[in-house]
């Protein structure tokens, strides 16, 4: 059974010397009563499906399903190719990658919810981008996916990744914070970084509302993709320059539960609260629903 704890999860793997991906796949061959190929090739599917939502919308101007979002993906890969963007092309590759999975998945087509729909562009955009930075094989990816998979067990375990329970924090937060710690052994990152990237992340989006417009996972969630794409990418250079959280994995993933218990239902998915409230958004949902 996989460990229930941060701390746990460390002690496993100090013993035995091996990384985080690799107690995963172990944990998973275990559960699944399968064998290391059969668990490792459903990951490699896993992987192919990313590649192709987090491409899809940069070559295609893919439009939802209400016409709330659409186009932006294939907006910021053409921004990017002029080559004069102030954050360099990997960020700005890792956001058209986010927005493409989102814009996919709005428009009805297929993702990987990692760990949820809503949040279905992080985890895809920062391993891509990263791998592709540094050069790194399709294993190696699949390596960092089940990185990403052992801390988005921790979390759940502990907390949760629905926004109707914890707000967009749980959803957006645990996904990036899943990705940031993926890159980080991917980096060649211990264990103990890895979760420290997920920590300091989980730690600035504390109290993130899930507040959609219209009730559906299109604004501002693609756009929080971005956002939990960008820290995700930025801690783990954080992390690996020596830089470790004060508080640690798993008494953030436990602070992250008892915020989102606090949050009225207001401000977890109901869109009776926070943006989708605002007159604008109103306005938005009444041209939706009336046509």
């Not at 990313?50 to 919308?57: G, L």
């Not at 264990?191 to 417009?213: H, R, S, Y």
């Not at 606090?262 to 977890?268: D, I, K, N, T, V």
Request: glycine fraction near 8%; aromatic fraction near 4%.
């Amino acid at each position: 059974m996989f460990v229930s704890s941060g701390k746990d999860l460390l002690e496993k793997c100090n013993e035995k010397n091996i990384p985080i991906w690799e107690y995963t796949i172990r944990e998973e061959i275990e559960s699944s009563e399968s064998n290391r190929e059969k668990v490792i090739e459903k990951m490699r599917s896993t992987l192919h499906v990313m590649m192709n939502s987090s491409q899809y919308a940069q070559d295609n101007e893919v439009k939802s399903v209400s016409g709330l979002i659409g186009g932006d993906a294939y907006k910021i890969k053409n921004y990017s190719d002029k080559g004069e963007t102030l954050t360099g092309e990997l960020m700005n590759k890792a956001m058209a990658r986010a927005l493409s999975s989102s814009e996919v998945n709005a428009a009805m087509g297929r993702i990987v919810a990692c760990p949820t729909a809503g949040s279905c562009g992080i985890l895809p955009a920062v391993v891509l981008s990263a791998g592709e930075k540094l050069n790194k094989s399709e294993d190696e990816l699949l390596n960092a996916l089940f990185t990403a998979a052992g801390v988005g067990i921790l979390i759940a375990k502990n907390s949760t990744l629905a926004g109707a329970e914890g707000g967009c924090q749980a959803e957006c937060g645990s996904a990036a914070a899943m990705a940031s710690a993926a890159v980080v052994e991917m980096m060649g990152g211990s264990p103990e970084q890895a979760l420290t990237a997920a920590a300091i992340v989980i730690k600035n989006v504390l109290g993130l509302v899930c507040d959609p417009v219209a009730g559906l996972v299109e604004v501002p969630c693609a756009k929080r993709n971005i956002a939990g794409t960008v820290s995700a990418l930025t801690t783990a250079d954080l992390v690996m320059s020596g830089v470790y959280s004060k508080i640690p994995f798993d008494e953030v993933v436990e602070a992250m539960y008892k915020i989102g218990k606090q949050m009225p239902s207001e401000l977890r998915e109901t869109a009776q609260g926070g943006i989708a409230i605002t007159p604008t958004a109103l306005k938005l949902k009444k041209g939706i629903f009336e046509n």
